[in-house]
């Protein structure tokens, strides 16, 4: 039994999974008491992260307890072609879990276009939508055991994908911050600017994992850890600054 895999286990499933849950309950509550459409897209990006997060835990329980492995520890390993080693190597090797990170980003757009009233049928809206689309379908079906090179480019597309939303929107909400005069306003933008810069930090924490394991480090290293806490803190600066404020 790897033992690295067992603390990514515990470490996800006794603090990422329940705090992620947490939060996003929160959210819903807030939510189903004032309908408000911009907390409803936070919280389909926050339930994304949640199924990401639990299809993160599901690949290292898969690994502990059957005998697919990950693709670094057994690159040409060839299992049975059946429709459950199908769904199983696609949680094992993550791509299930950066679908739902895609689909996270793509809430996450158009909370942005909702935040600042911007019409959102557009050529630029029309393209992120096929991008986003392109980057989940290569996920689950552009995908062969062994080749770390589809892998890569699975990773970067979502990569992309995050930095489009998160990199212009943490610009935006920070100069809105450092203008605004309103001290309630400007929490609400501080709390975006801190929320769009952790999601971004998630994705460069785990690229960072992943190049260090294709060139020899052990897997999970301290950036895959790290990631997560990114997550965590991104979901709790958006809560407590933008959905928990209510202005009297």
Not at 209 to 235: C, E, K, N, S
Request: net charge positive.
């Amino acid at each position: 039994m790897d033992i690295i895999v067992v603390v990514g286990a515990f470490y996800e499933g006794l603090l990422i999974f329940p705090s992620t849950l947490v939060i996003l309950l929160l959210t819903y509550k807030k939510y189903y008491q004032f309908r408000n459409r911009q907390t409803l897209y936070l919280f389909l990006l926050f339930l994304n992260i949640l199924f990401a997060v639990i299809f993160s835990l599901f690949s290292k329980i898969i690994t502990l307890f059957t005998e697919l492995d990950y693709i670094y520890n057994a690159p040409q390993e060839t299992y049975p072609y059946t429709p459950l080693n199908w769904f199983f190597l696609r949680i094992v090797d993550f791509r299930i879990s950066l679908a739902l990170v895609s689909a996270a980003a793509f809430f996450g757009y158009f909370f942005k276009i909702n935040i600042y009233e911007e019409d959102f049928r557009n050529l630029g809206t029309y393209s992120f939508v096929i991008y986003t689309l392109f980057t989940i379908f290569f996920g689950f079906i552009i995908y062969a055991r062994g080749n770390t090179f589809l892998d890569a480019l699975c990773f970067l597309f979502v990569f992309i994908e995050v930095f489009i939303v998160f990199l212009p929107f943490s610009v935006r909400t920070w100069r809105g911050y450092k203008t605004a005069k309103d001290a309630f306003i400007k929490k609400k933008l501080i709390s975006l600017t801190l929320m769009s810069f952790n999601f971004m930090m998630v994705l460069l924490a785990f690229l960072i994992d992943r190049l260090l394991v294709m060139v020899g480090f052990r897997h999970f290293t301290p950036f895959y850890f790290l990631a997560w806490i990114f997550q965590l803190t991104g979901m709790i600066c958006a809560y407590i600054g933008f959905i928990l404020p209510k202005k009297d």
